[in-house]
């Protein structure tokens, strides 16, 4: 499975921002559940948001509850993450993620997922 985030870039705070990831490589996406982590210069790695393919169950970290939406596009085997209110706190290299049979407690653990996609950084300045 190949993952291809982008979307990400330099917006003020308050601003807003939509990244993008789009699978391929899998027959068997209805399995599957993707996420977004992201790690910030010197810190550790954060979940951020995470959905499983089939049903659309999602599930958020408490920092972007109500600021932040995860959805799918089945057709494109696209994943996007909607970023509104956008703070300092928020700049961050933003991955993509996904794996295979994820149960709905784990979702919020890395070593669940078995694919990684590249970064896309997310600058909002103070």
């Known amino acids: 499975v190949q993952l291809q985030a982008s979307g990400g870039g330099l917006v003020q705070a308050g601003g807003f921002l939509r990244l993008s990831c789009v699978a391929s490589g899998s027959s068997t996406f209805s399995t599957y559940a993707m996420g977004w982590y992201r790690q910030a210069l010197g810190k550790e790695r954060e979940f951020v948001a995470a959905?499983?393919?089939?049903?659309?169950?999602?599930v958020y970290a408490d920092s972007v509850k109500g600021r932040f939406t995860i959805s799918r596009d089945k057709g494109k085997i696209t994943v996007y993450l909607q970023m509104n209110s956008l703070k300092p706190e928020d700049t961050a290299v933003h991955y993509c993620l996904a794996g295979s049979r994820i149960i709905y407690s784990s979702l919020g653990i890395p070593s669940a997922y078995t694919y990684w996609g590249q970064g896309t950084l997310v600058t909002v300045p103070a």
């Open positions: 959905i499983r393919w089939s049903g659309g169950s999602t």
